[in-house]
Nanobody
């Protein structure tokens, strides 16, 4: 079993930055696909960023150029650097992990393990 714990959320003004952190425990996740998802009130959970291995990453269109996903396998930690935040980025952000196939389709059902979420509010 993999446990994921997110931190780093908060309230910022538009144009500001936040860095989310997700620490994994319970199993080695260096070979897992990992991703960040978000869910705003009344909306479906959507993918934000994904990373396979140590450097193959991708970002959803609305955040491309503003968000950067990275991981430190030695620390079993996933990061999401969020710059130039916009009010529409307001949501609960979740860290997720799955097998390498998870990075192929990148949908929530493709991921096995989930954190409890961290709130990001942009005003």
């Amino acid at each position: 079993q993999v446990q994921l714990v997110e931190s780093g959320g908060g309230s910022v003004q538009a144009g500001g930055s936040l860095r989310l952190t997700c620490v994994a425990s319970g199993a080695a996740v260096s070979s897992y696909c990992m991703g960040w998802f978000r869910q705003a009130p009344g909306k479906e959970r959507e993918g934000v960023s994904w990373i396979a291995g140590s450097s193959r990453n991708d970002h959803a269109g609305p955040v491309k150029g503003r968000f950067t996903i990275s991981r430190d396998n030695a620390k079993a930690t996933l990061y999401l650097q969020m710059d130039n935040l916009k009010p529409e980025d307001t949501a609960m952000y979740y860290c997720a992990a799955g097998g390498m196939g998870s990075c192929l389709f990148r949908k929530p059902p493709d991921f096995t393990y989930w954190g409890q979420g961290t709130q990001v509010t942009v005003s």
